[in-house]
């Protein structure tokens, strides 16, 4: 508890320190504009050939100059504020299921890529493989989302199952079929885990018995999470 208190106030300081710098910075733009202006005046004052209209035209200048400026500290402070929120959800998911941050990073960084929310990517592979990227089922299902060659191949069909070993490309396939689920079935998450948990014979032939599908996986990934599933 002392240290999880402690990563937080780091945290913390963190986030004031990045506030302060983005406040200093837009304060040193501004004082630069000033600066500019300041010299401006002496120079339009003396230079009698100059139109009357001169010194006005050398404000809106430099005011465009200012704008450009917080425009693109603005961007820049938007770009530090989303790597802050990345590596900040990458050490609350790292603590949460006691993962390295490099394997943290791969699941956060796979399911943006395939357009799943990271909340379900990691819940996913939590109940499929525990995070052990060598998992293997008996069923033949391989890797960190347990995918099958079969299934891979309807993407790539030069996959091989050595390949799907690796941490990344696991990961690529596996979300990539879940996010195709979810489509498939219209943003329906229980449904689309319940086909890639059983395949979509045994659940749409349950369902035109009129049998319910459900066998409890559904549960054990989604229990509490109220998403979408998939970004669009």
């Known amino acids: 508890m002392t240290n999880r208190t402690e990563r937080y106030a780091r945290r913390g300081d963190r986030k004031r320190r990045f506030d302060k710098v983005g406040k200093a910075a837009l304060v040193v733009a501004v004082v630069g504009a000033l600066a500019l202006i300041?010299?401006?005046?002496?120079?339009?004052?003396?230079?009698?050939?100059?139109?009357?209209?001169?010194f006005s035209f050398g404000l809106v200048t430099v005011a465009r100059h200012l704008n450009q400026r917080v425009d693109a500290l603005e961007?820049?402070?938007?770009?530090?504020?989303?790597?802050?929120?990345?590596?900040?959800?990458i050490i609350g998911f790292s603590g949460r299921y006691h993962i390295g941050a490099d394997i943290a990073s791969d699941v956060y960084d796979v399911a943006l890529a395939e357009?799943?929310?990271?909340?379900?990517?990691?819940?996913?592979?939590?109940?499929?493989?525990?995070?052990?990227?060598?998992?293997t089922s008996s069923a033949g299902a391989i890797g960190l989302t347990q995918i099958e060659p079969g299934?891979?191949?309807?993407?790539?069909?030069?996959?091989?199952?050595?390949?799907?070993?690796?941490?990344?490309?696991?990961?690529?396939?596996?979300?990539?079929?879940?996010?195709?689920?979810?489509?498939?079935?219209?943003?329906?998450?229980?449904?689309?885990?319940?086909?890639?948990?059983?395949?979509?014979?045994?659940?749409?032939?349950m369902r035109l018995l009129g049998q319910d599908p459900r066998n409890g996986y559904e549960q054990a990934v989604a229990r509490g999470y109220h998403g979408k599933g998939k970004i669009d």
Do not use: C, M, W
């Open 151 to 205: 299934t891979a191949r309807y993407f790539d069909k030069e996959i091989t199952r050595e390949q799907l070993y690796d941490r990344r490309t696991n990961l690529h396939y596996g979300f990539r079929h879940l996010h195709s689920l979810l489509e498939e079935y219209h943003g329906d998450v229980t449904l689309a885990l319940l086909v890639y948990n059983r395949g979509p014979v045994t659940v749409e032939s």
């Open 38 to 54: 300041a010299r401006q005046q002496p120079e339009e004052a003396n230079a009698s050939a100059l139109p009357s209209g001169g």
């Open 115 to 135: 357009g799943i929310e990271p909340e379900l990517g990691f819940r996913l592979v939590d109940v499929e493989s525990q995070f052990h990227p060598r998992a």
């Open 75 to 89: 961007g820049e402070l938007q770009l530090a504020q989303s790597q802050l929120d990345r590596a900040n959800a």
